[in-house]
C-alpha cells in the first residue's frame, strides 16, 4: 500500500485509461479525485469507484477551460489538503485529411490534449513541489512518430512530450518525478469518441479493439512505472517497435505508416 492516504488527480477519468487509473490507485490506499466533462459519467465513475471502497472527489470539469483546472486544483486541497501525484488523461483523438481538416477541430484537440495538460499542471505544481511528488502525461507512440490522418492529435502529443521534457528538467533537483506514458494501441472509448473532418463523432472504432491492451492493463503498468519513479514508458512491441525505428530509418517508416494505416476500416488514404 506505498499510496495510502496519497492524493491522485486523474483527469477525464470516466472511462478507459483514466477510469482504470482512479481504480487501481484507490484500490492502493490512494485518495481519488476523477474529472470529467459529463455530469452523468462523472456520476457512474464516482459511484464505481465508492463501491469499491475509495475515498474519491468527483469535480465536473472541462480540460479546455482554465478556470475549470484551477477549480481542480482548489477544490482538491480544500478537501484532501495536498497533491502527491497528477494525471493527465484527458485527451481526445481525431481522424480526417488535413486538407480537409476544419481548423476548429484542430483548436479543440490541442485544447483538450495540450492546454489541458498545461492548465492542469500549472495549478497543480504548486502542491506537487511540496509533496515532492509525480506529474504524469498520458501521451501517445504518435508522440513520437506521426500517422497520417491524425495531424491534431500527433502535434498534440508532440506538443506534450516537450513540455514535459522541458518541466522535467527545471523541476528534476526539487524532487519532483515525471514521467511521459506512450500507450500503443489500447481497448479504450478514444476512437469512438474521435472527431471527423467537421468536428462529428466518429461513434465506431475503425481497428480491431479485441487485439489491443486493455485499460486495467494499462493502468496496473503505469502505477508501477509510478513507483519506481520512471521517466519515460513505451508501451506494447508494436509501440516500442515504431519509436525505435522512426529514430533509426524514418524514410523507410513514413511508407510502412502509410500503408498501416491505410489499411483501416474506412481510411481517408486513398
Do not use: C, H
Given at each position: 500500500m506505498k499510496f495510502k492516504d496519497k492524493v491522485v488527480i486523474v483527469t477525464g477519468a470516466t472511462s478507459g485509461i483514466g477510469e482504470a487509473c482512479a481504480v487501481i490507485f484507490g484500490k492502493q490506499?490512494?485518495?481519488?479525485?476523477?474529472?470529467?466533462?459529463?455530469?452523468?459519467?462523472?456520476?457512474?465513475?464516482?459511484n464505481r469507484l465508492k463501491s469499491l471502497g475509495i475515498e474519491v472527489l468527483a469535480i465536473l470539469a472541462d480540460a479546455t477551460s482554465e478556470a475549470d483546472n484551477k477549480l481542480i486544483a482548489e477544490k482538491t486541497l480544500s478537501v484532501f489538503g495536498r497533491i502527491d501525484i497528477l494525471i493527465n488523461n484527458a485527451g481526445i483523438s481525431m481522424r480526417a485529411l488535413f486538407q480537409e481538416l476544419d481548423l476548429e477541430v484542430f483548436r479543440k484537440?490541442?485544447?483538450?490534449?495540450?492546454?489541458?495538460?498545461?492548465?492542469?499542471?500549472?495549478?497543480c505544481l504548486p502542491a506537487i513541489l511540496e509533496s515532492k511528488g509525480s506529474i504524469i502525461g498520458i501521451s501517445s507512440i504518435n508522440g513520437y512518430r506521426g500517422t497520417p490522418a491524425r495531424t491534431a492529435y500527433t502535434a498534440s502529443k508532440y506538443a506534450m512530450n516537450g513540455f514535459f521534457e522541458s518541466l522535467r528538467t527545471e523541476v528534476m533537483n526539487q524532487g519532483v518525478h515525471v514521467m511521459v506514458v506512450a500507450p500503443g494501441f489500447t481497448a479504450s472509448n478514444i476512437r469512438n469518441s474521435a472527431l471527423t473532418a467537421h468536428g462529428e463523432i466518429q461513434g465506431e472504432?475503425?481497428?480491431?479493439?479485441?487485439?489491443?491492451?486493455?485499460?486495467?492493463?494499462?493502468a496496473e503498468e503505469i502505477l508501477n512505472a509510478t513507483?519506481?519513479?520512471?521517466?519515460?514508458?513505451?508501451?506494447?512491441?508494436?509501440?516500442?517497435?515504431?519509436?525505435?525505428?522512426?529514430?533509426?530509418?524514418?524514410?523507410?517508416?513514413?511508407?510502412?505508416?502509410?500503408?498501416?494505416?491505410?489499411?483501416?476500416?474506412?481510411?481517408?488514404?486513398?
Open positions: 490506499g490512494a485518495k481519488v479525485v476523477i474529472t470529467g466533462r459529463n455530469k452523468e459519467k462523472l456520476d457512474l465513475s464516482s484537440v490541442m485544447d483538450t490534449n495540450f492546454w489541458g495538460t498545461v492548465y492542469a499542471t500549472k495549478f472504432s475503425p481497428r480491431d479493439e479485441a487485439k489491443m491492451m486493455t485499460a486495467e492493463q494499462v513507483l519506481k519513479r520512471k521517466r519515460d514508458m513505451v508501451l506494447t512491441t508494436q509501440g516500442k517497435l515504431a519509436v525505435f525505428l522512426n529514430k533509426w530509418i524514418p524514410g523507410y517508416m513514413d511508407g510502412l505508416v502509410y500503408r498501416e494505416m491505410a489499411k483501416e476500416k474506412d481510411s481517408p488514404l486513398k
